[in-house]
């Protein structure tokens, strides 16, 4: 079992930069697939980015170029760093485990407004 729990979620202005964590816990955090995914109001959950144990990154086409993931095996963490917010990326976030199955964490919401 492996729980995810992220932080740094909040309100923000557009064009505002902003760091979300997760902390895994587990002992097999340095093999797993990390990701990211957002739910906004309405809409279905859509993949952010994900990077594998050997660090091999893929992102969503809306988060390239603003958005980067990265990870600290050695604080079971990983981030996501956004910068240049739109109202568009207001959403609840959700990291993701990933080793044979998924694991999610409880999500934490961001909110792009003027």
């Known amino acids: 079992q492996v729980q995810l729990v992220e932080s740094g979620g909040g309100l923000v202005q557009p064009g505002a930069s902003l760091r979300l964590s997760c902390a895994a816990s587990g002992s097999k955090f340095a093999i797993s697939t990390m990701g990211w995914y957002r739910q906004a109001p309405g809409k279905e959950r859509e993949l952010v980015a994900t990077?594998?144990?050997?660090?091999?990154?893929d992102y969503a086409d809306f988060a390239k170029g603003r958005f980067t993931i990265f990870r600290d095996n050695a604080k079971n963490t990983v981030y996501l760093q956004m910068s240049s917010l739109k109202p568009e990326d207001t959403a609840i976030y959700y990291c993701?485990?990933?080793?044979?199955?998924?694991?999610w964490g409880q999500g934490t919401q961001v909110t792009v407004s003027s």
């Open positions: 990077i594998t144990a050997s660090s091999r990154i």
């Open positions: 993701t485990s990933q080793i044979l199955k998924m694991y």
